[in-house]
């Protein structure tokens, strides 16, 4: 269902852009105002795209492929591009899954509309007036599923607060210079569950420096929350230079190359070189690596492990 008007967070905005060039941060918003004027996925065609943010195609393919390694887009096995959490906002994801069962949603009572919809607080975009809402759907690409009934949007699932944190956890999220009511100490528990043993021992030394030395922490807009600062391997940035990892991929070759034509060489060196082949298998070393390398279309046929640590 496209969305005539949502609300907009001007700080988590600010927060998600960080990082993005003036022209990825236009490009960015525009494709984010075509998926919920449109209310779901919206077709990868590099003409259409490149119109809508009025560049050249091959302009528009170097700010997607940016966007995709800094984990702004994703393209969905169908061959579309989506934002996670328009996704999630949007109820996508549970759309998809009512049409793939093939059951029938149960119907619910119409209702007349006394108010406008609404998106969570949190959401990247600002509001756009009802008269300007974009009208994507005209004669281009297949018919968007069919919606989840109104008021089923699936729930995501938080991590629940343990009784105790592991000491080591604790060190590293006591000097992380957290904004007020920003980080969710579960959610950071959960990513960082997802490191390698090395990478947790050295955590503490990283939230340090970072505190010491990093420009958000300075700036009014603050630290980014400390899951996300996990999920997008930053943390990376703060190893001492003699700890600093350097990858190599050790499989085989036209795997990296089938990487890199489908996203590129940079998208290759995050994610795919700091994986390991097994002989048989991509067993990637963090949660994010993993959901990354298992949205690439020229790695269908390729068997992608979950971490060990998120596996146990």
């Known amino acids: 269902m ?10 988590d905005f600010l927060e998600g852009s960080v990082g993005l060039t003036a022209e990825e941060r236009g490009v960015y918003i525009t494709v984010l105002s075509l998926i919920y004027a449109r209310g779901d996925a919206i077709p990868d065609e590099p003409r259409w795209l490149a119109g809508h943010c009025m560049l050249s195609v091959r302009a528009w393919n170097k700010h997607r492929a940016a966007l995709i390694v800094k984990g702004k887009l994703f393209a969905t096995d169908d061959g ?19 049409d793939n069962s093939g059951e029938t949603p149960a119907k619910t009572e119409d209702k007349p509309v006394e108010k406008r919809p609404t998106l969570n ?21 297949a018919k ?3 919606p989840a009934p109104q008021g089923k949007r699936p729930k995501v699932a938080k991590a629940k607060a343990p009784k105790s944190y592991p000491p080591l956890f604790e060190e590293a999220w006591k000097l992380y210079p957290h904004a007020a009511g920003r980080s969710s100490k579960p959610d950071t528990l959960a990513r960082w569950r997802d490191l390698t043993a090395e990478a947790r021992q050295a955590l503490p030394g990283c939230c340090k420096r970072y505190a010491a030395e990093g420009k958000e922490p300075k700036d009014d807009c603050g630290a980014p929350a400390m899951e996300r600062w996990l999920k997008r391997a930053l943390h990376e940035h703060w190893l001492p230079k003699a700890d600093a990892p350097s990858f190599t991929w050790t499989g085989p070759p036209q795997i990296r190359t089938a990487v890199v034509v489908e996203q590129s060489d940079a998208f290759a060196r995050s994610y795919l070189d700091t994986s390991e ?10 949660g994010y690596a993993y959901d990354k390398l298992r949205t690439l279309r020229n790695l269908r046929d390729v068997k992608i492990l979950e971490p060990k640590e998120r596996a146990a």
């Open 2 to 11: 496209s969305l005539p008007w949502f609300k907009f967070n001007p700080r």
């Open 121 to 141: 607080e949190n959401s990247d975009l600002p509001g756009t007036d009802k008269d300007r809402e974009l009208e994507v759907d005209k004669g281009i690409g």
């Open 277 to 286: 082949w097994t002989g048989e298998a991509i067993q990637t070393r963090n």
């Open 80 to 98: 579309r591009l989506l934002n996670e959490r328009a996704a999630t906002e949007l109820g996508i994801i549970g759309a998809k899954t009512e």
């Open 144 to 146: 968007a599923p069919r």
